[in-house]
């Protein structure tokens, strides 16, 4: 197994706090991923749908458990696996995406696939000074220009991680990764 962290960042005018709509963990929030076969290469055409309500069992030859989707490459028939790991995530502040700073939102535990592209769909939410907005980022933007807040310059990254954390206390250990 590899795990990969999705981090985020934008340019968040008379905004903080960008996340999901239902939170970071929210069991119902759909990740758009798209996924890389790592036997041949082929990436997928369209995007895979991943959320943490949705589960599968794991296909008897990797062992027992869930996963949240279950894929066969379409090039080379080679299935892979894709679980979502929630608890690890954190809202993007205004500061963070002023200095061009990412968070991580979300960990995925991968057999087969590697996650090379993430498309933010329509359910999130960030807050102003005097309320909450609900805002659609599939166009990689929102913008209200009567009350001036301002999502922008929205970009997403998968990372690699480390994959010892198997023998180690997997709180601890994501801690160390990158610092909070
Ligand atoms: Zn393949």
Redesign the pocket.
């Given at each position: 197994m590899v795990y990969f962290q999705l981090k985020i960042t934008a340019n968040l005018a008379g905004l903080d706090n960008l996340q999901p709509r239902g939170g970071l963990d929210d069991p119902d929030h759909p990740y758009f991923i798209k996924l890389q076969?790592e036997?041949?290469g082929?990436i997928t055409p369209s995007f895979s749908c991943v959320m943490l309500s949705e589960e599968v069992l794991l296909p008897r030859v990797y062992g027992r458990g869930t996963v949240n989707l279950v894929q066969k490459?379409k090039?080379?028939d080679?299935v892979g696996t894709v679980k979502m790991i929630s608890g690890f995530g954190k809202p993007l502040k205004h500061t963070s995406g002023e200095s061009g700073g990412y968070v991580r939102i979300m960990v995925f535990e991968c057999h087969g696939f590697a996650p090379v592209e993430f498309s933010f769909g329509a359910v999130w939410k960030a807050q102003s000074r005097e309320r909450l907005w609900e805002m659609d980022l599939s166009k990689g933007e929102f913008n209200d220009f009567d009350e001036r807040v301002h999502v922008t310059d929205l970009k997403a990254k998968f990372e690699r991680m480390k994959t010892f954390w198997r023998y180690h206390d997997r709180y601890l250990y994501l801690r160390s990764v990158d610092g909070w």
């Open positions: 076969c036997n041949c082929e490459c090039l080379c080679r």
